[in-house]
């Protein structure tokens, strides 16, 4: 069956730490792969999308970037991170030409 | 860039009554979606309706899509305790490679 993994759950780090978030899928290939971000009791922002390994595409500029070093793994880094950067950070796969995304767990960031 | 809004912001029922949910949208789309999510989770699918199609059913959800007034609405008929969550509506833009999602509507099942 499809699965999406998503970690850590939480995570409180200081401003100016690096940051890495990583999200991998089973059972399914060549994904479209979602890095979205939350804010308290808000909507998603889409931060990146990708359609293919290497294949990265951003919507907001912003502190933080993306990669996709293998066909089922996505991961979200960023240098130097700032207050807010803060949120609820969700990943999400979906299939080509079919509709519906599945997210995973969700990872709440807090910058200190 | 084109942003789904549901109204209302929040919703307090009792059980057993009917919840409806509503979504406005500024441009044109491919399809429109609406999910759910409990406090501090994941977001879960609930149900997609394409541009062509006019109301659909899952269960006890109902939704309807009427695209000349870029509108959609969710119905939760016999709500139960367990619907306490926020929802989202979300649609496909045409030309756009990522869904764009509302700010939600957070509804409370008071049983």
């Known amino acids: 069956s499809q699965t999406i993994h998503q970690w850590p759950a939480t995570l409180v780090q200081p401003v100016g730490s690096p940051l890495s978030l990583e999200c991998t899928v089973e059972?399914?290939?060549?994904?479209?792969l979602y890095w979205y971000r939350q804010a308290a009791g808000r909507g998603l922002q889409l931060l990146f999308y990708?359609?293919?390994?290497?294949?990265i595409s951003s919507e907001v500029p912003q502190n933080l970037s993306a990669s996709r070093p293998q066909d089922r793994q996505f991961i979200l880094s960023s240098k130097k991170l700032l207050l807010s950067d803060s949120g609820f950070y969700l990943c999400?796969?979906?299939?080509?030409?079919?509709?519906?995304?599945?997210f995973g767990s969700g990872t709440r960031l807090t910058v200190v | 860039s084109q942003q789904g809004e549901e109204d209302p912001q929040a919703l307090s029922i009792q059980e057993g009554e009917n919840a409806t949910m509503n979504c406005s949208y500024k441009?044109?789309?491919?399809?429109l979606q609406w999910y759910r999510q409990n406090s501090g989770r994941g977001l879960v699918h609930l149900i997609l309706?394409?541009?062509?199609?006019r109301e659909k059913h899952s269960g006890r959800l109902r939704v309807t899509l009427d695209t000349s007034k870029k509108s959609s609405s969710l119905l939760i008929t016999a709500s139960r305790a367990a619907d306490t969550a926020s929802y989202f509506c979300?649609?496909?833009?045409?030309?756009?490679?990522?869904?764009?999602f509302g700010s939600g509507t957070r509804l409370q099942v008071q049983p």
């Open positions: 441009t044109s789309i491919n399809n």
């Open positions: 979300a649609t496909d833009d045409t030309g756009r490679r990522a869904l764009t």
């Open positions: 309706i394409r541009s062509n199609e």
């Open positions: 999400a796969w979906s299939v080509r030409g079919l509709g519906g995304y599945t």
């Open positions: 059972g399914t290939s060549n994904p479209n």
């Open positions: 990708s359609v293919g390994i290497g294949q």
